[in-house]
């Protein structure tokens, strides 16, 4: 069974899995659809064709599905995705998708979203990711796996982010950051591998080696010539 405060309120239509507490004042939109084992803890706002996984835990002040932050938008039906044992700290924000971009915002598995994080419409955000405190998206943003957003970042609209990168802190990400790296100033830059995440990832010393000689080859300048 669910057990629902009785400050909250759920329309009728909406969908809440078996041993999920909906706390006080939270309000639950008749298109929503809440998996098994979730906890809203209080004053969450779920709204429009929002799904969310099973095993999720969302803290107050908390907004999910609502209209995209796009001009371009009439008010068609679209979607936010998110996947399983996600945790959502107090003031994130995840938008619906936009007809332009497919209709659907998707958030994978595992994910860890600090206090006043943001999805952007039409974003596809990976498994195991951690934003933290004011990690923003623009929109139809790609975010890979594993990836580390630090605090008061943001993507830039359609921007990417590859698989086990990091983003430093206080870093504006303009265009793409490849797979493993770590990206940080102001405006960002690469900074060399992520090799203290893919480390605690169990990644072994051969591939490690690899991918140090492709970053090398690839993206480190020689010495007599300065990055630009």
């Known amino acids: 069974m669910s057990l629902i405060d009785p400050a909250a309120r759920i329309e009728d239509g909406a ?116 934003f933290a405190t004011s990690a923003t998206l623009g929109g139809h943003c790609e975010i890979g796996d594993f990836v580390f957003i630090g605090g008061l970042s943001a993507v830039h609209q359609f921007g990417r982010v590859g698989s ?8 504006i990400v303009r265009s793409d950051v490849i797979p493993f790296a770590i990206a940080n100033g102001q405006i960002a830059r690469l900074a060399g591998l992520n090799l203290v995440g893919m480390k605690r990832r169990n990644f072994s010393g051969e591939r490690l080696a690899m991918l140090r000689s492709f970053y090398t080859n690839c993206f480190t300048a020689p010495a007599s010539l300065p990055i630009v």
């Open 164 to 171: 086990q990168a990091m983003v430093g802190a206080s870093t």
């Open 15 to 130: 969908v809440i899995g078996a041993g999920t507490t909906i706390g006080p004042y939270c309000i639950v939109g008749r298109n929503v659809v809440i998996g098994a084992n979730c906890k809203l803890l209080a004053y969450v706002y779920a709204t429009g064709q929002t799904t969310i996984g099973d095993g999720c835990t969302i803290y107050p002040f908390v907004s999910l599905g609502t209209p995209p932050q796009s001009l371009g938008y009439r008010g068609e039906l679209t979607r936010l995705e998110i996947g399983q044992g996600c945790i959502i700290r107090e003031q994130t924000t995840m938008s619906a998708g936009t007809v332009a971009g497919g209709g659907v915002t998707r958030v994978g598995d595992r994910g860890y979203f600090m206090n006043c994080s943001h999805v952007g419409h039409d974003c596809v955000v990976g498994n195991d990711v951690i």
